[in-house]
């Protein structure tokens, strides 16, 4: 981005052995999505990156209108990996539970400022996320969707 390091950092459900088949999971590990992501940003800010993006198969559920943009009831699993995650993190898209929204996290828990996001189902929806980065930092100091 510009000659910035972005990392996108992937992740599926610790609970996937839960809803697929056992024969197509056979040899693969699901960890659990927090710990996964805290234990990869150590090594990517030692090679100079701080805008971390994570998409997660891992969603909530809102109360509010698509564009309020805050958190007030949200719930869901996702909270729980939220309020665990290293708040280097700065933008975490999400899924699984079709449903659309733009939080601020920040307004839920001032430690964690995420924009999180997630943009419905089947494709039905797109979130435009506009970030702006720290030229001298590499950090995402601007972010909106």
Same mark, same amino acid.
């Given at each position: 981005y510009g000659g910035i390091p972005v990392a996108f950092i992937g992740l599926t459900l &610790? %609970?996937? /052995?839960? +809803? #697929?088949?056992a024969a197509g999971i056979k040899d693969v590990e699901f960890r659990d999505e927090a !710990?996964? #992501?805290? %234990?990869? +940003? /150590?090594? *990517? =800010? &030692? =090679? $100079?990156i701080e805008a971390i993006v994570v998409v997660v198969h891992e969603g909530a559920a809102p109360s509010t209108k698509l564009n309020q943009k805050t958190c007030d009831g949200l719930? $869901? /699993? +996702? *909270? $729980? +990996?939220? !309020?665990?995650?290293?708040p280097a993190v700065d933008i975490v898209v999400s899924g699984h539970t079709h449903q659309s929204y733009i939080c601020d996290y920040a307004t839920k828990n001032p430690a964690k400022p995420f924009l999180l996001t997630s943009a419905g189902q089947y494709g039905t929806l797109i979130t435009d996320i506009k970030v702006e980065l720290d030229g001298k930092t590499g950090d995402i100091i601007k972010k909106d969707a």
């Amino acid at each position: 981005y510009g000659g910035i390091p972005v990392a996108f950092i992937g992740l599926t459900l &610790k %609970a996937t /052995p839960s +809803i #697929v088949s056992a024969a197509g999971i056979k040899d693969v590990e699901f960890r659990d999505e927090a !710990d996964t #992501v805290n %234990a990869l +940003i /150590p090594e *990517l =800010q &030692k =090679q $100079g990156i701080e805008a971390i993006v994570v998409v997660v198969h891992e969603g909530a559920a809102p109360s509010t209108k698509l564009n309020q943009k805050t958190c007030d009831g949200l719930s $869901g /699993p +996702i *909270l $729980g +990996i939220l !309020d665990r995650l290293n708040p280097a993190v700065d933008i975490v898209v999400s899924g699984h539970t079709h449903q659309s929204y733009i939080c601020d996290y920040a307004t839920k828990n001032p430690a964690k400022p995420f924009l999180l996001t997630s943009a419905g189902q089947y494709g039905t929806l797109i979130t435009d996320i506009k970030v702006e980065l720290d030229g001298k930092t590499g950090d995402i100091i601007k972010k909106d969707a």
